[in-house]
């Protein structure tokens, strides 16, 4: 029993039962003290990330790309990294003024997390068809204090899902999908089976970049 949710936690570790009871108590000490979002700033942060405009341009249209949220004790803060042997690495609030205002994603921190509470996210880079998907990973969790956690790989796991392009708020106005359709009234539903070349099944302008990209298309 101990083994196995050892391997759930923390895989590949082979942590003893006594190792394995003190991650997970450090790891719910962190989360005890971290206030949860409302459904408000849930949205939000959806919201934001669906219309980051950087973002969805490096997705391709199958819907492969790994993409989670997390609660963090120093969402919205900037990481400070050690400067000599007698400094520590820390967090600090981005605050107007700082020298740090050069994107438009840019805000305070006290305003990020009015906006969305503690959650941050994680993303990845689009796989190849046939790709072995990783399998989920402990997380490290930073505090203020250094007195960071490791969040169990299988509750990063459930956090995950797999996105395309299309998770672009403006996503239907692009028509990704347009010439996918046009292909199945044309040669039927077989010729969008499998692997597929991008530019054979999708010439939406923000794809470009994709056209030579192998993908299966959503179901």
């Not at 997970?24 to 409302?38: F, G, I, M, N, S």
């Not at 993409?67 to 969402?75: D, G, I, P, R, T």
Request: include cysteine; hydrophobic fraction near 35%; proline fraction near 5%.
């Amino acid at each position: 029993l101990w083994s196995s949710l050892a391997e759930a936690c923390y895989p590949g570790e082979s942590l003893t039962r006594s190792q394995l009871c003190a991650n997970l108590r450090v790891w719910q000490e962190y989360v005890a003290v971290v206030e949860l979002p409302t459904l408000e700033q849930m949205v939000k942060v959806v919201s934001r990330s669906a219309t980051a405009h950087s973002y969805y341009k490096h997705l391709n249209i199958g819907r492969n790309t790994p993409f989670s949220f997390h609660l963090s004790q120093v969402a919205g803060m900037r990481y400070m990294p050690a400067h000599g042997e007698h400094t520590k690495s820390s967090f600090v609030d981005y605050v107007r003024g700082d020298g740090t205002e050069f994107h438009y994603t840019w805000m305070p921190s006290v305003d990020y997390r009015e906006s969305f509470g503690c959650l941050v996210y994680r993303d990845g880079c689009p796989s190849p068809p046939g790709a072995v998907m990783k399998k989920a990973q402990p997380i490290k969790l930073h505090s203020k204090d250094g007195n960071d956690a490791i969040m169990p790989a299988y509750v990063a796991g459930d956090a995950k899902t797999l996105c395309s392009a299309a998770v672009h708020s403006d996503g239907r106005d692009h028509g990704y999908y347009k010439k996918a359709c046009q292909v199945m009234i044309s040669r039927g539903r077989e010729a969008l089976e499998g692997v597929v070349r991008e530019g054979d099944v999708c010439d939406a302008d923000l794809q470009r970049r994709h056209y030579d990209a192998e993908v299966v298309l959503p179901p």
